[in-house]
């Protein structure tokens, strides 16, 4: 049915952003895989030569990086089980007839849109401080020491930050995938007696599989990334307690000065980050085809 | 009698549904509460009524010049996004409506790009911006985050522009539309709805990307997510004032974002989840 013509011209409406995604995607990459092979300190700019795998040896052996990795999927791990589980329950209340359905859905949804920078910073000096927060407040009006969050629980806390920022993400997803359900198998598995829990297992569970996958691939994409709250929280510290691979580098990177380094550590960043994406493409990919 | 208990079960699921709907909306509530107290207010202890001064959101503009992230702010995520969907809206349109056989695996590339991790690249980044004088610009922010949102406008539109009927076009030409007709009066109302949703949620996107922002600003072209994290530092008492600076630098968005938040499933879940 498609001319030549026509062809042409969607091949020609197409061109500014395959091409401009194609530039964007494979320059810096492709300097990034140049760097991680060579000696390169911006300290000392004059001396660069090839390192070979010196700079992977040095990035994999260095002890932060396998704090990093493991501080890495305590946050994504730690955020997806709070989100999903969390996620499933709100959902499911906010799906039942209640009054004033739409404000409760706009009361939930909003830490979505709080920039991390400000969601960082108002939990921990406004909630989480240990002498002017609130919770700090509740604590000492039930006669209990105020505890010091980000001192003693510095990667808990970052945890409980980022899992308030997601977890709307992940109820309004769940949320829809739940009301599309038809009502009327629900009420035969009702009149079947089916209790609550077995038509929750046998039920809704299944109904929501594909939205939990969704959910938990989109959000890890993100999660692998998470930056700023660390940065205006805790730095990365004490220590390196709070530092994922994301914040290594940029340590590396920014204030090591080392380019090599760095380098190295976005190799294995990118590595790490393209086996999550392939699940997700494929979870995507199923329903371009419907 | 069943109808009692149904009243009964709908008060018990509010009451719940609230208590839990205020608890997570708590922080920004206290943000803003707290943008209404004096400085020594702020720290005083636990209490939700201000005494409703202004003195913090007059402090946080003549202290530290609120007004210029704001507008930097308002530039580049505006701009990022317009350019993208300048971009962006042939390529959507013309996957939409001409596919070949490799529409979907072009589709499945763009949504790969998005995939990498933005430290992956930032060293090459930081240099280009540095030897292209790109650094601390508005410009170079602007180019950044179109192109790393480029990929979800395309799709965006994409799944939007997959439900306008193919069929409706041809009626209207054999209807004897001419091409002009035909875009203005049967294509552009049945798209616009589309791009509308798109815009909003990629200026929403762009005004909350928190890391090439802070990377790649410094005081010249800092927007607000820069702004705020400069913050971070303590300068003594400043509770209060973080909390303007707060407020302001989300209240847009919030707003924005309690219209759009039918579309967001949708365009965050790339048409997976409708």
Do not use: C
């Not at chain 2, 607000?224 to 973080?242: D, E, N, R, V, Y």
């Amino acid at each position: 049915m498609a001319t030549r013509q026509t062809r042409t011209l969607a091949r020609f409406m197409m061109a500014p952003s395959v091409i401009l995604l194609f530039i964007w995607m494979i320059v810096p990459l492709a300097m990034t895989l140049w760097f991680s092979f060579q000696n390169y300190n911006l300290l000392n700019p004059g001396n660069v030569s090839f390192a070979g795998l010196f700079n992977y040896k040095f990035f994999l052996t260095d002890p932060a990086f396998l704090q990093s990795i493991w501080n890495t999927l305590a946050i994504v791990i730690g955020v997806l089980v709070i989100t999903v589980v969390g996620g499933v329950a709100l959902a499911m209340l906010l799906d039942q007839p209640m009054f004033g359905q739409g404000i409760v859905r706009i009361l939930v949804i909003s830490p979505f849109f709080v920039m991390p920078p400000v969601a960082a910073l108002v939990w921990k000096n406004m909630i989480m401080h240990p002498g002017y927060g609130v919770l700090a407040d509740i604590s000492k009006s039930v006669g209990l020491k105020p505890i010091d969050w980000f001192a003693h629980y510095p990667l808990i806390s970052i945890v409980i930050i980022v899992a308030w920022q997601w977890l709307p993400f992940a109820t309004l997803i769940l949320l829809t995938a739940l009301q599309s359900l038809d009502e009327e198998q629900k009420e035969a598995a009702e009149m079947d007696g089916a209790n609550f829990a077995n038509r929750f297992w046998y039920l809704t569970l299944p109904h929501l599989a594909r939205a939990i996958t969704v959910v938990i691939l989109i959000q890890t994409i993100f999660l692998l990334g998470v930056y700023a709250e660390i940065l205006v929280t805790t730095n990365g510290g004490p220590g390196y307690a709070t530092t994922n691979l994301a914040f290594l580098i940029y340590r590396t990177a920014l204030l090591g000065y080392d380019v090599g380094g760095a380098s190295a550590g976005g190799v294995i960043a990118v590595i790490l980050a393209n086996i999550v994406a392939i699940f997700l493409m494929r979870a995507v990919g199923k329903n371009l085809d419907k | 009698m069943a109808r009692a208990v149904s009243t009964r079960r709908k008060i018990g699921f509010t009451i719940a549904a609230w208590a839990v709907a205020l608890m997570i909306f708590f922080p920004i509530l206290y943000t803003i509460i707290t943008s209404l107290k004096t400085e020594p207010e702020a720290i005083a202890g636990f209490s939700l009524i201000p005494s409703g001064t202004l003195e913090s959101y007059f402090a946080v503009q003549s202290q530290n010049d609120y007004f210029k992230p704001f507008i930097n702010s308002v530039i580049i995520s505006v701009g990022s996004t317009l350019i993208a969907l300048v971009i962006a809206i042939p390529s959507a349109w013309s996957m939409a409506f001409s596919p070949t056989k490799r529409t979907k695996d072009v589709l499945m590339w763009m949504l790969s790009t998005k995939m990498m991790p933005a430290v992956g690249v930032l060293v090459p980044m930081y240099l280009i911006f540095r030897d292209t004088g790109l650094l601390d610009t508005r410009l170079g922010l602007t180019i950044v985050l179109t192109l790393i949102n480029l990929p979800i406008v395309v799709w965006m539109l994409y799944t939007y522009f997959r439900e306008i009927p193919g069929e409706i076009l041809e009626a209207a030409r054999m209807d004897g539309a001419s091409l002009f007709n035909e875009i203005v009066h049967v294509l552009t109302p049945m798209a616009v709805p589309g791009i509308a949703s798109t815009l909003l949620l990629n200026i929403i996107l762009a005004w909350n990307e928190s890391f090439w922002s802070i990377r790649l600003s410094a005081a010249n072209a800092a927007p607000l997510t820069a702004f705020i994290a400069s913050f971070s530092s303590p300068q003594g008492l400043f509770w209060a004032k973080l909390s303007a600076a707060s407020t302001l630098a989300i209240a847009p968005i919030l707003i924005m974002g309690w219209f759009s938040q039918r579309q967001l499933v949708r365009g965050l879940t790339f048409g997976a989840v409708k």
